[in-house]
């Protein structure tokens, strides 16, 4: 998975309270991973009280969630695939990837860390697309993210099913092996934090440094075709795929 879509998925997950309005964000991103060049690019967030869409405007990889029918994509244009899960794999998934967990021990844990080891802490005020943000500064092992959150900017989006979303994106990191369970917390520290993180910047593992900055925020209504499937596209079940990988680790 590309590092600007990592952002994206860890820059999504934060809860909002249910909002009549559409709400569409695009975002300013640059990236840098190990032995990889700099990349600068474009994505756009789409939200609904239905479905959602993180669209990667240079890297051609788009992140679908339909709450309705409990499904997550991602959306390969390149490849010309699709890879779904079914918010229930992805649960059923991540219980797996508990299990499995050996605590960061060994090898390991120098790489990564140990997701144990967590620390959030309260940062700065700061204007970010011209809204208040609050800063937040998050350590998960070796794996930083600061992150500057408007508290009053609210998604359109039921927070029960918004819920299962979280645990689903988390699922999704674990084909990312020993990663999947620093993630996993990361993600959990995110959704408790209040608001929508219009600035993030993630680094300190892998030699992994991404960056995201809202430039532009609407909430005018947004077209149903915006958040359709492409047509002609292999389509892969990935929750299928997740369950076989950990049943093997």
């Known amino acids: 998975m590309k590092a600007g879509m990592v952002i994206a998925l860890a820059g999504a997950l934060v809860f909002g309270r249910l909002s009549a309005a559409d709400l569409s964000i695009t ?9 990889g060049s700099a990349r600068s690019g474009t994505e756009i967030h789409y939200y609904s009280a239905t479905r959602q869409l993180t669209k990667g405007v240079d890297s051609g990889q788009d992140q679908l969630v339909d709450y309705q029918q409990g499904i997550s994509y991602l959306i390969d244009h390149k490849k010309k695939t699709i890879q779904k899960i079914t918010f229930d794999d992805a649960a059923a998934a991540l219980d797996s990837l508990n ?31 011209g809204r208040t943000c609050q800063g937040w500064h ?11 959150a408007d508290p009053t900017l609210k998604l359109p989006i039921q927070d029960a099913a918004y819920a299962r979303m979280v645990r689903t994106r988390a699922a999704q990191f674990a084909k ?24 993030t910047h993630m680094s300190g593992m892998m030699g992994m440094d991404v960056a995201t900055e809202a430039v532009k925020i609407e909430t005018a ?29």
């Open 176 to 199: 990312a092996g020993p990663m999947g369970a620093t993630y996993k917390r990361l993600f959990e520290e995110m959704a408790k934090i209040k608001g929508i993180p219009l600035k």
């Open 99 to 129: 299990q499995a967990s050996g605590g960061g021990k060994g090898v390991m844990a120098s790489l990564f860390g140990d997701p144990k080891d967590c620390k959030v802490e309260k940062t700065g005020v700061e204007q970010v697309a």
């Open 138 to 148: 998050i350590t998960v092992g070796k794996l930083v993210m600061d992150l500057s």
């Open 27 to 35: 975002f300013s991103s640059k990236s840098k991973v190990m032995m």
């Open 221 to 249: 209504a947004i077209p149903a075709t915006t958040f359709n499937l492409p047509d002609g596209y292999k389509m892969e079940d990935l929750g299928k795929k997740l369950q076989q990988q950990l049943a093997k680790q």
